[in-house]
C-alpha cells in the first residue's frame, strides 16, 4: 500500500526510476529542489519618545495616519508606533509618502523620530536614503524599458 499520497504504487514507482535512468544514464533519478526565495519584506517603525504632544503636532499625526485623535495622542505618550508597515509590498509610493510625511511632521514638532527596521534601529535619513535609492531603482527600470531594455 502507498502511503506516499500520490497515488503511486511501489512497482509504478521503480518503473518511472527505470524509465528515468535509461533517458539519464543514471540508476536513480536526482531529486528535484524547489528553491523559493525568502521574500521576507522590511517591516518599519516610526514612533517617538514618550511625550506630552501638543494639538498640532496631534493634528498633523492624524492627518498622516488616519488613526483617531485619542489613539494619536496614547501613542505619542506611550511612545508606541505611528507607523508599523512593510516598505516593499503594495502601494509602495504611498507607504514611502506617508512615512516621509510623517518624520516630517514629527522633527516639525520638536520631536526626535524613532525609526526601527526590522529588529535594529536606524536613524530618520537612513531611512530617507532608502527610499530614494528605491525610487532611483525603479526610475531606472522605468527608463531601460521605455528604450526596449526589458
Known amino acids: 500500500m502507498d502511503y506516499s499520497g500520490n497515488g503511486d504504487s511501489s512497482s509504478q ?38 511625550c506630552d504632544a501638543s494639538a498640532s503636532l496631534v493634528s498633523s499625526v492624524r492627518r498622516i495616519t488616519k488613526l483617531g485623535i485619542l489613539d494619536v495622542r496614547d501613542r505619542l505618550s506611550a511612545g508606541e508606533p505611528l507607523f508599523d508597515q512593510e516598505l516593499f509590498g503594495n502601494r509602495t509610493e504611498d507607504v514611502f509618502a506617508k512615512a516621509r510625511a510623517l518624520l516630517s511632521a514629527l522633527e516639525q514638532g520638536g520631536h526626535q523620530p524613532v525609526v526601527v527596521e526590522g529588529d535594529r534601529r536606524i536613524t530618520p535619513e537612513v531611512l530617507r536614503n532608502i527610499f530614494q535609492a528605491s525610487e532611483d531603482s525603479a526610475e531606472e527600470l522605468r527608463r531601460l524599458d521605455e528604450m526596449g531594455h526589458s
Not at 33 to 38: G, L, N, R, S
Open 13 to 50: 514507482r521503480h518503473e518511472q526510476q527505470q524509465r528515468i535512468s535509461s533517458v539519464t544514464g543514471s540508476k536513480r533519478p536526482k531529486p528535484v529542489i524547489h528553491y523559493q526565495p525568502k521574500t521576507k519584506m522590511s517591516r518599519v517603525t516610526i514612533s517617538t519618545a514618550p
